[in-house]
Structure formats: C-alpha cells, structure tokens
C-alpha cells in the first residue's frame, strides 16, 4: 500500500477526531425539525441580563449541569436544523453568553461535514475561530471534553488543509493566517489555553498538542506566550470535599482546582507527556538561541523519575543539554543535576560520548586559543551521528558559539587588539577584515561583547577593538529596575503557588493520615515499658476488673 502524504494523514486523523466525538453527536437519523420551542431553554441560562443578586456557586452548578443534561439529549441533525425561518443557531447564539449551546451547535456541524471539505477560511472555520476568543471560560470548565473536541477539530483541520476554495482566501487573508499549514491553528488554541488557565501553570493535553504544531508550523516565537508560562502543577483528582470550592465553578487557589478528572479539560496524561513537553519547548528556545531557558526545560526532562534506565526522551534531552551548555556558557559542567538518577546520568552520558567529545574539544581549543580547524574536524567526523540525531542545524552554529567566545575571551587578556589580529585568531576567512568589523559590532549591539571599535581612518586594517577593564558590562539604572521588578514578579508568583500547594497538602488525606502516623509513633515512644510488656505481652491478672470498669 502506499505511504500516506502529510496532508491524507492529517486528513484521516481528523477523521478520527469526528469519528471519536461523544456518541450524541452521531445520534439522530431523523429529518431535521425546528428547534424553536427549546430555544428558551437553550437561553435561559446564564440569566441575561445579569440579575441583581448574582447565583450563588451551588446555584450556578446546578443550572449549568441541568443544561448541560439537557443539550446532551438534543439530537445532532435538531441542532444543526436551526429555527424556522429563524436561520442557523449559530447566528442566533452568543459564544460569550450562550457558551455550551454555542459549543455543541459548532461540533454538531464539524461532525455534520465530515464527508465534506472543510477548509480554512470557510463559515464554520471563522465560527470555530472566533468562538476560541469570545467563550466564557467558567462555562467551559463544564464540557471539558467538547472543548478539548473542538480543539482537536481545529488543529487538524490547519494540518489537513492542503488548499483553499477561492471564495474563502480573502476572509483566511483578514484572520492573518496562512491555509495549508498547522500555524492557522496556533493562535486559537494559544487562545484558548490562556483564556482557560491565564497562569497556563498547570499541565494539560492541551499544552501538548501546542507545543506540537508550534514546532510542525516552525513558528517559534508564538509559542513563547505559553512556553514562558512555569508549569507548577498537573489536574488533580477531583474529591467531593465538603468546602466552598468544591464546584468547578468556585474561585480556586490554582487552576489545579478546575483542571481534574471531572471538569475533563485535559486527555488523561501518560508519564512521556510532560517529557516531551519540555523537550519540544527546549528545541523552541534553541531556534530562538534562548539558551539558559533550553537548559531549564532540559533538565526538567533529565531529572524526571525513572524506574530504572532512562527513556529515550531523557537521551536525547542530554545530547541538547550538553549543545545548549556549549551556547550558552562555552562549557559543558562536569555533572548532570545533583537529582539526575545515578542510573538515568550514567546511561545518558555513555550514549552521547560523541556530544562530550565535540565538548572537550570546544573547551580544550578556548583554553589553548586555538583556531577553528580542530573543532570544524571534529564536526564533521561526526555529522552522520548529528544528522541521525537531527541536531546538525544545532551543532553547526557551534562554531559561531567558539567564535564569539573566543573573541570574547580575548578581552580577558587584552585590553586593545588590531582588528587584523583578531581576525587571524578567530575568523573562519581571516584575510575578510570587513566581516570581522561588521561581526563584532553585531556581537557589540546585542550586549554580547563589551567593547568599542575604534575606527582611525577608513581602512578597516587600521581598526582597533578596545576592551575595557570593567570586564562584563554592567546594566544600566533603567535595566537593573526591570530586572528587578521582572525577578519580584516571578518570586511572588511562586510564592503565591508554594502557599497553595501547602493549602492542598494540609487538606490531603495522605497529610491526615502521615500526621496520626506520626502522633502513635511519638506516644509509642513515650510510654513506659512496662506498658509496652502489657500491650505486647500476655494480658494481666485482673484484665477482667479493666473491662468490668469499662
């Protein structure tokens, strides 16, 4: 049989997306009948306007779960039917009011077009678009499932795209998004992930699928807004305690309080998830040259637990982590994380001896200042190991990594150098002057390289790079403040998550019963031993005159 091209099988996985849609979408064989006299029941909640004394949260949840019950037992061809002479319901509805109906009409649709074509920059793509930016997200924490559909639909919609009818390009040209290609849907699920969970702190499947077609798109840089965001937590298991946020809809410490098994805004996440999670966000902030961020998500993936030996997501976390250390500091440390596995540190670093060997080899050169010979040979004598990898891209700008720590360290012996020299000493066209120049003024304008280029006269021989003896340059008053107040803002965020885990640690079962562990070993402790004998030993003569008593 023949392989598939990319877009059949983004074809035939939204197929399947339709497909596994929850069975009431496929019910109904019925000809389509007027949904006008449900439409009152369809709009009755939330009450609109907003009644002067709002619901109390045991009131919400009750009349969104009755509508939630009751849209479920509407047949799919009754939904899509619309009103008599009426129009569509999507054109009657308010995503921003009528969230759950608005939500079951679209899918209804996608499932009532599976048969057909549909493309990007069609009525229902827009619809599906525009939904993501407009729906209540406290609704949303009550069809989990459905929305997780509806973002499914979209993605693979992006994926399977290969064209676009031509009645539809100029509303895809307004939307800024480019058909045939997974990056038309990474703005509405970008959306829709923040606009759930603003905080993104708390891992779904979701972020996942992101990650995903940010990396298939090779839009780096629209990532970041969810990429930036620290994962602090995973969906909870929902437990029906008896306190005021027990409801989805309850304002919660975290997002963790909505994001659980019942609210169903995540796929069941496997141990690999959150893995590849953070790889596929470490190879974003390499293309972005965001090194010391790389090196975060790469060590999230290498210290995981493991039972044993490591998985092959933590292998080849290693072989960038060891690339990303080279970019970033010019040396690779002499261990892994201090909570690396013994096991998961001693496998990974065997495996990818060759990534080690390219860094001895990078280091010993800075150290001894030499050229880039050495280190361009080892590159190639390896690159069958870098393309099987598919890290050759990373590992060819090592070299402009040697060059600029190279010519950075040259300040540390030198206070002036002529530019001639340093091209002699770093420049892979030492007799190119002009590059060098334009080099090292890019290296001095990006904040790489504290330095001045002296130009004594036109001819770029007589140029002179002078090193200060200040060593790195500092930052200024205006960039210190914002680096500050960019650090505070972190610490409180995290403080504000640390309070909110000790809050659910305090509440937890486990805690309770870790605490009256705790309580019989110290009373054990502290009793007598000849109480000890009694419990342990043969009972007392007058055992009897005790239970009399009692």
């Known amino acids: 049989m023949e392989p598939l091209t990319r877009g059949a099988r983004a074809v035939a996985k939204l197929q399947g997306t339709l497909n596994h849609l929850p069975a009431r979408y496929k019910a109904g064989s019925m000809a389509p009948k007027d949904i006008g006299p449900l439409l009152p029941q369809l709009l009755s909640f939330p009450p609109h306007p907003p009644p002067a004394i709002p619901l109390t949260v045991a009131a919400y949840d009750k009349e969104i779960k009755h509508l939630r019950k009751l849209l479920s037992e509407i047949p799919n061809n009754l939904l899509i039917g619309g009103v008599h002479n009426g129009g569509d319901l999507l054109d009657i509805l308010d995503p921003s009011i009528n969230t759950l109906p608005y939500l079951y009409v679209l899918l209804s649709h996608f499932y009532a077009s599976r048969q057909k074509s549909t493309v990007l ?215 892994l994380p201090k909570t690396t596995g013994s096991q998961v540190a001693k496998v990974v670093r065997v495996i990818g001896k060759p990534y080690e060997a390219l860094g001895d080899v990078f280091k010993d050169g800075l150290d001894k200042e030499l050229d880039v010979r050495r280190l361009n040979a080892e590159i190639h004598a390896g690159n069958g190991v870098w393309s099987r990898d598919m890290n050759l891209s990373i590992v060819l700008r090592v070299l402009d990594a040697y060059r600029q720590f190279s010519i950075v360290k040259l300040g540390s012996t030198y206070s002036a150098l002529p530019l001639p020299e340093i091209s002699k000493r770093t420049s892979p066209t030492p007799d190119d002057h002009a590059e060098t120049a334009q080099y090292i003024a890019t290296m001095i304008m990006i904040g790489r390289l504290n330095a001045t280029l002296e130009k004594r006269s036109n001819d770029v021989q007589s140029w002179v790079v002078r090193f200060p003896s200040t060593g790195n340059q500092s930052l200024s008053e205006k960039e210190q403040h914002a680096e500050l107040t960019r650090q505070a803002t972190k610490t409180a965020e995290l403080a504000g998550h640390i309070r909110a885990t000790e809050r659910k640690l305090l509440l937890s ?42």
């Open 121 to 335: 920059g069609s009525p229902l793509w827009i619809k599906a678009v525009g939904f993501m930016d407009r729906f209540d997200p406290l609704q949303v924490r009550y069809v989990g499932t459905e929305f997780r559909s509806l973002i499914g639909c979209i993605g693979d919609i992006a994926l399977a795209s290969q064209t676009v009818s031509p009645q539809y390009s100029s509303s895809l040209w307004v939307l800024g998004l480019k058909y045939g290609q997974p990056s038309a849907a990474i703005r509405p699920i970008r959306t829709a992930i923040l606009r759930v969970d603003p905080s993104a702190g708390c891992f779904t499947s979701t972020h996942l699928v992101f990650v995903r077609l940010c990396l298939e798109a090779r839009t780096f840089r629209a990532a970041k807004p969810v990429l930036d965001r620290n994962i602090y937590e995973f969906p909870s298991t929902y437990t029906a305690i008896q306190s005021s946020d027990r409801f989805l809809c309850s304002q919660h410490d975290t997002s963790s309080g909505f994001i659980n098994n019942q609210s169903e805004l995540s796929d069941k996440l496997t141990y690999r998830d959150p893995l590849s999670y953070h790889l596929y966000g470490a190879s974003i902030y390499m293309a972005l040259q965001e090194w010391d961020r790389a090196i975060t998500f790469l060590e999230l993936v290498l210290t995981a637990p493991t039972k044993n030996n490591p998985s092959q997501l933590q292998v080849e976390a290693y072989k960038k982590w060891v690339l990303a250390h080279l970019h970033a500091h010019g040396v690779v440390p002499g261990s």
């Open 509 to 550: 079962k486990e805690y309770a019963e870790s605490i009256r562990r705790s309580r019989q070993e110290a009373e054990s402790a502290q009793r007598p031993d000849e109480f000890q004998d009694w419990l342990t030993g043969p009972p007392p003569v007058d055992d009897e005159d005790i239970m009399d008593d009692a």
